[in-house]
């Protein structure tokens, strides 16, 4: 059972267009935290976000936990956005589940 | 400022031979340490997690072990690869409440 379901699983936007990613899960927990995976593999902590909204320069992350759900809006987008998306929460046993992710692609 | 480094970058083994992914972390005390594994196209799976020196908890049972036997480090291991563990290993360290990722090793068995 995947703990962490993510959507979509891809998206293509011309760039400026924006982007809302969504995430949900069926585990209790009270830790969100967003990724973003470079081609090479190599994840960035994009924001964590145990509930409410939460922002840093064109990226708005918004949880509500008792829904179970949270979302990544990214607004004007750039080429350089493209990569995938990871929704990760944890568990009450230290353990970090992942979603498959969103896969990016900001064309000119 | 925390730094994370992992090594090698990457591997390329034998089914059956040993391996060993080493993960080391500089400017924490006492971190909860993590691996992680991605096949090509998969998901990403926590498999091991540590809170202190020698203490080791298994997440998902892959052939596969670990060990902490400094502060700063942690290993991972095998005596004998499986072609299904190729793929991507990542180490993270737990700052607060969040969770910071090292470069990874790329891993393929042949």
């Known amino acids: 059972e995947q703990q962490v379901q993510q959507s979509p699983a891809s998206l293509v936007l011309q760039e400026a267009e924006n982007a809302e990613l969504q995430c949900s899960f069926s585990?209790?927990?009270?830790?969100v935290q967003w990724f973003y995976q470079r081609p090479g593999g190599r994840l960035v902590s994009l924001l964590y976000n145990p509930s409410g909204t939460k922002q840093s320069g064109r990226l708005t992350s918004t949880t509500v936990i008792k829904e179970r759900r949270s979302s990544l809006h990214i607004s004007s987008s750039q080429i350089t956005d493209s990569g995938t998306y990871l929704c990760a929460t944890m568990s009450n046993y230290n353990v970090l589940y992942f979603g498959s992710g969103t896969k990016l692609t900001v064309e000119p | 400022a925390q730094t994370i480094h992992q090594w090698p970058v990457a591997e390329i083994k034998a089914v059956g031979s040993p391996l060993s992914l080493g993960c080391t972390i500089k400017g924490k005390s006492s971190p909860n340490l993590y691996w992680y594994w991605q096949a090509t196209g998969g998901t990403l799976q926590q498999l091991f997690y540590?809170?202190?020196?020698?203490?080791v908890e298994s997440v998902v049972q892959l052939n596969l072990s670990a060990s902490r036997p400094k502060d700063d480090q942690f290993i991972l291991s095998t005596e004998k690869l499986l072609l299904s563990h190729s793929g991507f290993y990542l180490c993270?360290?737990?700052?607060?409440?969040?969770?910071?990722f090292g470069p990874g090793t790329r891993l393929t068995v042949l």
């Open positions: 540590s809170i202190t020196v020698g203490q």
């Open positions: 585990i209790f927990t009270n830790q």
């Open positions: 993270a360290w737990k700052g607060g409440r969040e969770q910071y």
